[in-house]
C-alpha cells in the first residue's frame, strides 16, 4: 500500500484498501474557512443539534479578512457565534492570516493525519505528510455531525524532480512547469506524491508550494514522504514527536503514472491568461506592461517569499504606474518579516501591505483589478475574473519573478534583477 | 428524484472553472435566489436569466475546476438545471453537485456531438443520453449505486438529517 492508502485504511479501521474502493473514514482535523456560511447552514437543515469532536474542528477567516462588506461582516458574525456555542476549539479569527499557513503554524498538521478543509488547497498539507483534501460546505456539514466522511481511495502518481536550481528559480517555476506538461486534468480523482533530490533539498515552504498547486492538476490530495526537513519543522511548531506514527509506502506499491522531471536547466515560468497549464518561459512574455503586483496567499505569502522582494527591491523604487499589494500569509509571517526589516524595506520601495488573508487572490479585495489590467500574482489561479474583472489579464509567477515585474513596471527575467544569490 | 432527465442543452467548453460557474465576488452571498442569479456569469452573462427549469448543461473537460465552493453547484440547481453531462468533472464539484442532488454525468466527446438547444434524454442509471434533435445516443457512464442512493434521497441532506438530526 501507499503511505496515503494507508492513513485511510487507518482512519476507515481496515487492514487494506485498495485504489477505487469507497471507504467512510474519521477525520482527525475539519477545518472551515469563512467563504462558507453554507456550512452552518447545510449543518442546521440536517438538523444537526452537536458538533461530534469539537476539538478536531478549526474555523479559519481568512478570505475576507478584516471583513470589506456588511454581509461578510454578518457571516462572521453568525459563525463566531457557532464557535462559541458549539465550544469549537481552534478560532482563528481576523487577525490570524489563511488557513493552510496558520494551521501547520499552530501545529495541528502531523504526519499520517487526515485532515478535510473547505477549500481546495487543502492538498498543501501533503508538504507534511498528511492527507489533506478539500471539499464543499456540505460535506464538512457532515463531518461537523458525524466525525466522517466517504472517500474514493485514489491512485497515486509519482512525479520525481531531479536537479539543482538554478539561482533565482523557485519551486513555484517547478510547479508552474510541471503543470505545463502534464495539464490541468492530470491527476483528477487521484493523488500526486513528489520525490527526487530537488524535493530532498526544498524547505518546507518550498514543498508547501508543490503540494498546494497539485490541486490544480485536479489532484485530490498531495504527499511528499516525511523527512528530517519536516520532523524539524514539526517539533519547532510544538508537535509531540513521540507520538507521531508516520506510514511509509511499501516498496512493491505499484504508482499509477510515474514522471520524471530534470530541472537543473529550468528558467523562471509563468502561467499566461487564462488557465494555470498555460505556462511559458518568462522571456517568452517579456516587455508586457504590468499594473499590479501581488505577492501573497497560501501559495507565495510565507516570509521566504517576501524575501524573494526584499531582495530584488530593497533601497529601489518600483515602478510608478505599477502597484505592489503584498500580504503575509499570516501573523507570524508578518511579524517575521518586520523583524528581519523587510516589511519597512519594502513599503519604502513602494509596496502596499495588508493584513493576514486571502484577499485579492479570489477577487474577494484588499487589490483586486479593474478591465484591461495586467497582474503578475505569485498565487495559483489565473482565471477570468478570478482577481477582479474578468477583463483583467492575471500572470501566474513565482514570488521573485512578481518583485522584478513591480520594478521594471512589465514583465522582465527576475534572474537579471538579483544582486546577490 | 426521477432516473430519468430531458432538456435542452446548453453548450460550454473546456476548463468551465468555479470562477466562471460563479465568481468569487458573490461569495459572501447566503440565500439561494441570489446564488441563483449568477449562475454561469463568468462564462456567459445573461445565462441565469435564460435558463428555464429541466434544462441541461452540455461541457467539456475539467467541468468545475478550481475552488471547493459549493455555491457553483447551489447555483446550477437553484438556476433550474436538471443535470450537467461534461467529458470530465473536478471532483470537488462532482461531491458538492451529488451532495445537493444535482445529477452530473460523465460522457466522453458529448461536446462534439451536441449542439445549443438540442433536446436530450438522460437515463441515470445506466448513462445513456439520447438526442432527440438527431435520433444519436451517446453513452455515458453510469452512476454508482452508492451515488444514486444519494441521488435518489435527493441529495445527502435528508439522508443526514434522517441519521443524526434531531
Known sequence: MHALEKILAKHAAKDKVKAGEIVTCKVDLAEVNDLYMQVIESFNEMGGKRVWDPEKVAFVFDHYAPAPTIKSAANHKVMREFVWEYGIKHLFDINAGVCHQVMPEAGLIFPGMLLVATDSHTTTHGAFGAFGTGVGATDLACILMSGELWFRVPEVIKIEINGKLKPGVLPKDVILHILGKLGTEAAVYKAIEFTGDTVKNMDIPGRMVLCNMSVEMGAKTSYIKPDETTLNYLKSRGVDEDNLEVPETDPDYEYSENYNFDVSDLSPQVAIPHSVDNVVPVEAVKGTRVDQVFIGSCTGGRVEDIEWAYKILKGKKINDRTRLVIIPASRDVYLEAMRRGYVEALINAGATFSAPGCGPCLGAHQGVIAPGEVCVTATNRNFPGRMGSTGGDIYLASPATAAACALAGKIVNPVEYIEEV | MQLKISGKAYIFGDNIDTDQIYPGRYLELTAKADIASH????????????????????????????????????????????????????????????????????????????????????????????????????????????????????GIKPLFKERYGN
Not at chain 2, 81 to 88: D, G, P
Not at chain 2, 93 to 120: M, Q, S
Open chain 2, 39 to 154: 449562475c454561469m456569469e463568468g462564462a456567459r452573462p445573461g445565462f441565469a436569466r435564460e435558463v428555464k427549469k429541466g434544462d441541461i448543461i452540455v461541457a467539456g473537460k475539467n467541468f468545475g475546476c478550481g475552488s471547493s465552493r459549493e455555491h457553483a453547484a447551489i447555483t446550477l440547481k437553484e438556476a433550474g438545471v436538471s443535470a450537467v453531462v461534461a467529458e470530465s468533472f473536478a471532483r470537488i464539484f462532482f461531491r458538492n453537485a451529488i451532495n445537493l442532488g444535482l445529477p452530473v454525468i460523465t460522457c466522453k466527446k458529448i461536446h462534439d456531438n451536441v449542439k445549443e438547444g438540442e433536446i436530450l434524454e438522460i437515463d441515470l442509471s445506466t448513462g445513456q443520453i439520447k438526442n432527440q434533435n438527431t435520433g444519436e445516443t451517446y453513452r455515458g457512464e453510469g452512476l454508482s449505486e452508492f451515488v444514486l442512493s444519494i441521488l435518489e434521497n435527493g
